[in-house]
């Protein structure tokens, strides 16, 4: 079952992804979206994850991109901060981060590649709520820069939703 995001966001969905499959074995708790590319690149399948959370503490972006690094180390072994930047305007701050590793996927090693991005959304509802939506892309460093177009495309579309979308 996804888990349901602390604001309610939209986004436009790159053209051809498809909705993941939940899948035996693999542990979506926290994932309120999952999107997979329809083209798998040696046994892997690039994909896209959201998730959030509400940060009631004053933890930056850069805090919480390093529990991210910490909490990958902790499954993944070794995990390389290949860029970070802090991104955005003192209204909506963004962090992005690019992050390399290798992980035991589907009973192989693969090297992989995820860029992360963190928005930070301010409640529409209450302002004074601010939380944290972090959307993530997972590939093969062969498929890695051909599929960043489209992560940067779906990150381009998010918007605080009202519901009132149509």
Do not use: C, K
């Amino acid at each position: 079952m996804p888990a349901t995001l602390p604001v309610p966001i939209s986004f436009r969905p790159p053209e051809g992804w498809l909705p993941a499959e939940p899948a035996q074995g693999t542990d979506t708790q926290g994932v309120a979206v999952a999107l997979v590319y329809p083209h798998p690149e040696a046994g892997f399948t690039a994909n896209i994850t959201v998730d959030g959370e509400y940060r009631p503490d004053p933890a930056t972006l850069a805090e919480l991109a390093d529990a991210s690094v910490e909490r990958l180390s902790e499954v993944a072994g070794s995990v390389t901060v290949a860029h970070r930047r802090e991104v955005g305007s003192a209204d909506a701050p963004a962090l992005t981060q690019r992050l390399v590793f290798s992980a035991e996927v589907g009973g192989a090693r693969r090297d992989l590649v995820q860029s992360q991005v963190y928005l930070s959304v301010l409640d529409v509802e209450d302002p004074g709520e601010r939380a944290v939506i972090r959307l993530v892309l997972t590939a093969t460093p062969a498929q890695h820069e051909a599929v960043l177009a489209d992560f940067q495309d779906l990150v381009r579309t998010v918007r605080p939703s009202t519901g009132d979308e149509a």
